[in-house]
């Protein structure tokens, strides 16, 4: 594979790859949300209406000559960043880059009432999963007061307080003192592809390196949240940690932890422990989820309400063992290859290899995190294992329940 990395003249780095013979071309702009939301909901509102009309497209127009040219553009909110994507056939490429390029510079924001009821409506929904609900409560009480911690309940509560002025004025805000970044990934010629995102993104506000204004969260104490829904049939718990993320050393530990707990599937110690031999689960697993300033790690159980005590009982278990004996060589190995073979199968496409390289850069982790951090993993040991389980899995955890 071919690289290159340079910067347009408004300082936007640029990362583009060639991946020859493949028909379809994948960009990804990230821009950075340095400032904590002045209302929950506020950034979702915007990924949302950036895609319905701009100065020179009704939402209409715009979504007829998306779907006629088979060029599909994407805005969504994650919690660093606004990600906007385009995916489309070769030949197509300036056609759809000069489509996202108004997007990004000239959305007028003028469906606000629709899209911000058309939220609403969407976020009753989901509350209403039991899943999603215990989900909240948990993220909501972990990262209780910061930027991390906003919920789906709490958006429910500040979307009709939210105007359209606020969401223009916010947007204006991230784009005009934000780092951005640029990953193009396809059959791609690299001097027209540099013409081009010159000509397209050359003149939208510089990419600048911000402190960012969000702390680092921190959970002092243990926290219990009972959540209680009358409908429901099961009880479902999540108990979780905040922990470091992919600036620390123990990044590569936590992520074959993660492996060996929960997220290998029928192969993770949680899967054969609480549901193959106590038949408690039916859904068992864990996850670790990384963003700028920390990370959490959780383990969540879906179980009869009578299971409860001993699902948590179970939870103990697992943890206490993991802290107290060290995992086997081919444990260990397997789980190594394990996270090989899911991270190989994500970079298959150039959509998701363009996702991951604007994702690095934006997090100023190099576009060659991919190769360094695989290296790290491959050089963990079982001690370092136990040793990032005992400094994590403390007693300063998160246990939310919700049962009927």
């Given at each position: 594979?071919?690289?290159?990395?340079?910067?347009?003249?408004?300082?936007?780095?640029v990362?583009?790859?060639?991946?020859?013979?493949?028909?379809?071309?994948?960009?990804?702009?990230?821009?950075?949300t340095?400032?904590?939301?002045?209302?929950?909901?506020?950034?979702?509102?915007?990924?949302?209406?950036?895609?319905?009309?701009?100065?020179?497209?009704?939402?209409?127009?715009?979504?007829?000559?998306?779907?006629?040219?088979?060029?599909?553009?994407?805005?969504?909110?994650?919690?660093?960043?606004?990600?906007?994507?385009?995916?489309?056939?070769?030949?197509?490429?300036?056609?759809?880059?000069?489509?996202?390029?108004?997007v990004?510079?000239?959305?007028?924001?003028?469906?606000?009432?629709?899209?911000?009821?058309?939220?609403?409506?969407?976020?009753?929904?989901?509350?209403?999963?039991?899943?999603?609900?215990?989900?909240?409560?948990?993220?909501?009480t972990?990262?209780?007061g910061?930027?991390?911690?906003?919920?789906?309940?709490?958006?429910l509560?500040?979307?009709?307080?939210?105007?359209?002025?606020?969401?223009i004025?916010?947007?204006?805000?991230?784009?005009?003192?934000?780092?951005?970044?640029?990953?193009?990934?396809?059959?791609?010629?690299?001097?027209?592809?540099?013409?081009?995102?010159?000509?397209?993104?050359?003149?939208?506000?510089?990419?600048?390196?911000?402190?960012?204004?969000?702390?680092?969260?921190?959970?002092?104490?243990?926290?219990?949240?009972?959540?209680i829904?009358?409908?429901?049939?099961?009880?479902?718990?999540?108990?979780?940690?905040?922990?470091?993320?992919?600036?620390?050393?123990?990044?590569?530990?936590?992520?074959?932890?993660?492996?060996?707990?929960?997220?290998?599937?029928?192969?993770?110690?949680?899967?054969?422990?609480?549901?193959?031999?106590?038949?408690?689960?039916?859904?068992?697993?864990?996850?670790?989820?990384?963003?700028?300033?920390?990370?959490?790690?959780?383990?969540?159980?879906?179980?009869?309400?009578?299971?409860?005590?001993?699902?948590?009982?179970?939870?103990?278990?697992?943890?206490?063992?993991?802290?107290?004996?060290?995992?086997?060589?081919?444990?260990?190995?397997?789980?190594?290859?394990?996270?090989?073979?899911?991270?190989?199968f994500?970079?298959?496409?150039?959509?998701?290899?363009?996702?991951?390289?604007?994702?690095?850069?934006?997090?100023?982790?190099?576009?060659?995190?991919?190769?360094?951090?695989?290296?790290?993993?491959?050089?963990?040991?079982?001690e370092?294992?136990?040793?990032?389980?005992?400094?994590?899995?403390?007693?300063?955890?998160?246990?939310?329940?919700?049962?009927?």
């Open positions: 594979m071919t690289t290159k990395i340079y910067r347009l003249k408004n300082d936007i780095e990362f583009e790859q060639v991946n020859p013979d493949s028909p379809r071309v994948a960009l990804c702009l990230n821009i950075r340095e400032a904590p939301e002045e209302v929950a909901g506020m950034v979702t509102l915007i990924t949302r209406l950036m895609l319905q009309g701009t100065h020179t497209r009704t939402a209409e127009q715009l979504a007829t000559e998306l779907d006629n040219n088979a060029i599909d553009i994407s805005v969504d909110a994650r919690t660093d960043y606004i990600r906007v994507k385009l995916l489309c056939l070769n030949e197509d490429f300036e056609h759809g880059l000069e489509i996202l390029a108004d990004v510079q000239n959305s007028t924001f003028e469906e606000f009432d629709k899209e911000r009821g058309k939220l609403s409506g969407e976020l009753v929904a989901e509350l209403d999963s039991p899943k999603v609900k215990v989900s909240d409560s948990f993220f909501g972990l990262y209780k910061h930027p991390y911690g906003i919920t789906n309940a709490q958006m509560d500040t979307l009709p307080n939210i105007t359209q002025d606020e969401v004025n916010r947007y204006k805000s991230v784009i005009k003192d934000s780092k951005k970044v640029i990953s193009v990934v396809g059959d791609i010629d690299f001097n027209k592809v540099e013409g081009l995102l010159e000509k397209y993104l050359g003149e939208i506000p510089a990419s600048q390196e911000i402190v960012p204004k969000i702390d680092k969260p921190e959970l002092v104490k243990p926290e219990y949240v009972e959540v829904k009358s409908d429901a049939n099961q009880a479902h718990i999540m108990k979780g940690w905040i922990v470091n993320s992919y600036d620390s050393e123990d990044y590569a530990p936590l992520l074959l932890l993660n492996v060996i707990l929960g997220a290998s599937g029928l192969s993770s110690r949680l899967f054969l422990e609480l549901r193959e031999k106590k038949g408690l689960a039916y859904v068992v697993r864990s996850a670790y989820e990384s963003y700028a300033q920390c990370a959490d790690f959780y383990i969540y159980i879906a179980t009869e309400p009578k299971n409860i005590e001993v699902s948590l009982n179970g939870f103990k278990e697992e943890i206490d063992k993991i802290k107290s004996e060290l995992v086997s060589e081919e444990e260990l190995e397997n789980a190594k290859n394990n996270l090989f073979g899911k991270w190989a994500s970079l298959e496409t150039n959509n998701n290899q363009a996702i991951s390289y604007a994702g690095y850069g934006i997090l100023g982790l190099g576009f060659d995190f991919n190769t360094v951090i695989r290296e790290k993993v491959k050089a963990v040991t079982p370092h294992l136990r040793e990032c389980a005992r400094k994590y899995f403390t007693g300063n955890n998160v246990l939310s329940i919700l049962k009927p």
